[in-house]
């Protein structure tokens, strides 16, 4: 169901959960979707955007790619987990310095990156 209440086509749902596979599997063509008209800060059913999904993945490209089309950085998911947060816990550094370099916030999310990274001995860098 939509928000309004109105039932979403299950059409939609698949082409949907299709798009939010393409962001876990790092699949570059999503941005070819984004740039079709689909919203880059879409959420799935658990709040996660793509930008979440490809960087709780480590895909680098993918998440450059979103970031240029101006998915938020700072965007979390139902759980408050960020996308940075996601990447620290991966320890995907490029990832994660692609992250703080769009600005994400290491100090956002529960837990934050910062705290993540502090849980995990890893080097966060940033602010």
Known sequence: ????????????L???EALFDLA??????????IRAGVPVNLLDVNGNSFLMLAAYHAHTD????????????N????RGQ???AGAVFKRA???VDGLLAAGAN???GEPSAREAASMFGFELGGK
């Open 1 to 12: 169901m939509s928000d309004e209440g109105v039932p979403v086509p299950d059409a939609i």
């Open 14 to 16: 698949e082409l949907a």
């Open 24 to 33: 876990r599997e790092g699949k570059i063509d999503l941005l070819d979707h």
């Open 62 to 73: 993918l998440v450059a790619g979103l970031l240029e089309l101006g998915a938020n950085p």
């Open 75 to 78: 965007l979390a998911n139902d």
């Open 82 to 84: 960020t996308p940075l």
């Open 93 to 95: 550094r490029a990832v």
């Open 106 to 108: 290491p100090d956002l």
